[in-house]
C-alpha cells in the first residue's frame, strides 16, 4: 500500500499517518521528494482498511500494491488453473465446450440436443432447470423435474453437466443433481449465494456481470475461493452496450484481460454476448484466438418452439461445423480438448 499526502501535508499530519500505520504493527517508509512525500507501507495488508487512511488530514492518496481479489490472482497462484469434472477439464491448456438448450423442456427434447452436440464435440451438456426471466410470466423452468432430466441426459451420452442455480435456498438441491454450478449473470454480485456455491466443493461457472468491470468479477470469484471452493471458471458473456445490433457487447479483451490478473480459467458465451446465430460462430472463435479456455453456446434442434432464448441458438448442423472450426483452431492455439469425440 502506498500513501500520497497533500503537498502542503504539515509534519504533523505525516506524523500522525505513520504512527497510525505503526499501530496497526505494520512499517512505515516515508519517502519525501521535492514535489510529494509518499509513504510506503511495508508488512501484511489484510488488516489494511484504505478507507481509515484515505479521511487523515494531509493525505492525497491510498493505492494499493496488491489486488483485493488475494485468491483469484496470479500472485497467489502464477500458474493457471484447471477446473476438472469427470474426464474433463478446462484450464491450462485445456478447452471446455459447453453445449445446449438455454432451458431443459423435457427429456425428449434433451435427448436430441444432447445426441447432436455430444458427437458434434461438444464435452460438457448445459440447460437451465431455473431460469432467470425479466417478466414473472415468462418460463421459469422445469425446477427439479428439469434436474433430473438433465443429469439422466449427461449420464447417457458421457457428458458432466451445468446448471444455473438463482436462489441460496436451492444450491444443495442443484448441487445433489450437477457437475458444474452456474452463476448467472444476473447473480454474478448475489454474495449471499457466492458464499454458499462457495460451501460446496462443485465447479462453479461464474458469469459477468451485464454492468460488471473485470475487477468485479474478479472479486465475486473472490467470494467463492475465500469460502474453500478452488474450482472457478469465469465466463464473459457480454456486457450493456448503447447499440441494439447485439443482445449485448462482446468484450473479447476481457479474455486476456483477465489472464493478465487471474490464473482462473476464463470461456465465453457467444450466445448471450451477441444474441444472433449469425454473430456467434465467429465470435465463439475469436474468444479461442484470444486465449479463452472453453466455448459456451446455445444449441436448439427447434428455436421457433424454445421456451427461452430460441432467436439466440445454433441449430444443431450449424453447431457441428462451429465446433469443427473450433477444433482446427484449438490446435493451431495448443489447446487440447479432453473427452470430446473427433479430438485427440
Ligand atoms: C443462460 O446461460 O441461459 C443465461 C441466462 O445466461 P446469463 O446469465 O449470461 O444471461
Ligand atoms: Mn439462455
Redesign the pocket.
Same mark, same amino acid.
Given at each position: 500500500m502506498i500513501i500520497i499526502l497533500k503537498s502542503g501535508a504539515t509534519d504533523e499530519q505525516i506524523d500522525h499517518v505513520i504512527e497510525r500505520v505503526e499501530s496497526m504493527g505494520l512499517r512505515a517508509h516515508l519517502s519525501r521528494g521535492t514535489h510529494r512525500t509518499i509513504i510506503g507501507v511495508i508488512g501484511d495488508e489484510s488488516q489494511f482498511k484504505p478507507d481509515s487512511f484515505q479521511v487523515l488530514p494531509g493525505v492525497a492518496d491510498v493505492i494499493r500494491v496488491l489486488p483485493a481479489y488475494k485468491l483469484a490472482s496470479l500472485d497467489a497462484h502464477p500458474e493457471p488453473s484447471v477446473v476438472t469434472m469427470g474426464k474433463v477439464k478446462i484450464g491450462g491448456g485445456h478447452l471446455g465446450m459447453i453445449a445446449g438448450p438455454?432451458a431443459v423442456e423435457s427429456a425428449e427434447r434433451m435427448d436430441a440436443i444432447a445426441g447432436s452436440v455430444r458427437a458434434a464435440g461438444a464435452n460438457i451438456l448445459?440447460g437451465?432447470a431455473f *431460469?432467470?426471466r425479466t417478466s414473472p410470466y415468462a418460463f421459469q423452468g422445469m425446477g427439479e423435474d428439469g434436474l433430473k432430466i438433465l443429469r439422466d441426459t449427461g449420464d447417457k451420452h458421457g457428458m458432466p453437466i451445468v446448471t444455473?442455480v438463482m436462489d441460496p435456498r436451492c444450491v444443495e438441491l442443484v448441487e445433489r443433481y450437477t457437475d458444474m454450478i452456474?452463476i448467472?449473470?444476473?447473480n454474478m454480485q448475489n454474495f449471499v449465494l457466492l458464499t454458499e456455491v462457495g460451501r460446496t466443493n462443485k465447479p462453479v461457472l461464474l *458469469?459477468r456481470g451485464m454492468s460488471a468491470t473485470i475487477v468485479d468479477l474478479l472479486m465475486s470469484a473472490e467470494y467463492i475461493l475465500s469460502q474453500g471452493n478452488p474450482n472457478v471458471v469465469l465466463?464473459e458473456?457480454g456486457v450493456k452496450g448503447f447499440d441494439t445490433s447485439t443482445r449485448n457487447l462482446y468484450d473479447v479483451a476481457a479474455v486476456p484481460a483477465c489472464k493478465g490478473l487471474s490464473h482462473l480459467p476464463i470461456i465465453v458465451?457467444p450466445s448471450?454476448a451477441t444474441g444472433r446465430p449469425d454473430l456467434i460462430p465467429p465470435c465463439a472463435l475469436a474468444g479461442v484466438a484470444a486465449g479463452a479456455d472453453g466455448v459456451?453456446i446455445?444449441v436448439h434442434n427447434c428455436p421457433e418452439e424454445a421456451m427461452?432464448?430460441g432467436p439466440q441458438a445454433l441449430l444443431p448442423n450449424q453447431y457441428t461445423e462451429l465446433a469443427a472450426q473450433i477444433r482446427a483452431l484449438s490446435a493451431i492455439v495448443g489447446k487440447s480438448i479432453s473427452n470430446s469425440p473427433g479430438s485427440k
Amino acid at each position: 500500500m502506498i500513501i500520497i499526502l497533500k503537498s502542503g501535508a504539515t509534519d504533523e499530519q505525516i506524523d500522525h499517518v505513520i504512527e497510525r500505520v505503526e499501530s496497526m504493527g505494520l512499517r512505515a517508509h516515508l519517502s519525501r521528494g521535492t514535489h510529494r512525500t509518499i509513504i510506503g507501507v511495508i508488512g501484511d495488508e489484510s488488516q489494511f482498511k484504505p478507507d481509515s487512511f484515505q479521511v487523515l488530514p494531509g493525505v492525497a492518496d491510498v493505492i494499493r500494491v496488491l489486488p483485493a481479489y488475494k485468491l483469484a490472482s496470479l500472485d497467489a497462484h502464477p500458474e493457471p488453473s484447471v477446473v476438472t469434472m469427470g474426464k474433463v477439464k478446462i484450464g491450462g491448456g485445456h478447452l471446455g465446450m459447453i453445449a445446449g438448450p438455454c432451458a431443459v423442456e423435457s427429456a425428449e427434447r434433451m435427448d436430441a440436443i444432447a445426441g447432436s452436440v455430444r458427437a458434434a464435440g461438444a464435452n460438457i451438456l448445459r440447460g437451465g432447470a431455473f *431460469k432467470p426471466r425479466t417478466s414473472p410470466y415468462a418460463f421459469q423452468g422445469m425446477g427439479e423435474d428439469g434436474l433430473k432430466i438433465l443429469r439422466d441426459t449427461g449420464d447417457k451420452h458421457g457428458m458432466p453437466i451445468v446448471t444455473e442455480v438463482m436462489d441460496p435456498r436451492c444450491v444443495e438441491l442443484v448441487e445433489r443433481y450437477t457437475d458444474m454450478i452456474q452463476i448467472g449473470a444476473r447473480n454474478m454480485q448475489n454474495f449471499v449465494l457466492l458464499t454458499e456455491v462457495g460451501r460446496t466443493n462443485k465447479p462453479v461457472l461464474l *458469469k459477468r456481470g451485464m454492468s460488471a468491470t473485470i475487477v468485479d468479477l474478479l472479486m465475486s470469484a473472490e467470494y467463492i475461493l475465500s469460502q474453500g471452493n478452488p474450482n472457478v471458471v469465469l465466463c464473459e458473456r457480454g456486457v450493456k452496450g448503447f447499440d441494439t445490433s447485439t443482445r449485448n457487447l462482446y468484450d473479447v479483451a476481457a479474455v486476456p484481460a483477465c489472464k493478465g490478473l487471474s490464473h482462473l480459467p476464463i470461456i465465453v458465451d457467444p450466445s448471450h454476448a451477441t444474441g444472433r446465430p449469425d454473430l456467434i460462430p465467429p465470435c465463439a472463435l475469436a474468444g479461442v484466438a484470444a486465449g479463452a479456455d472453453g466455448v459456451h453456446i446455445e444449441v436448439h434442434n427447434c428455436p421457433e418452439e424454445a421456451m427461452s432464448d430460441g432467436p439466440q441458438a445454433l441449430l444443431p448442423n450449424q453447431y457441428t461445423e462451429l465446433a469443427a472450426q473450433i477444433r482446427a483452431l484449438s490446435a493451431i492455439v495448443g489447446k487440447s480438448i479432453s473427452n470430446s469425440p473427433g479430438s485427440k
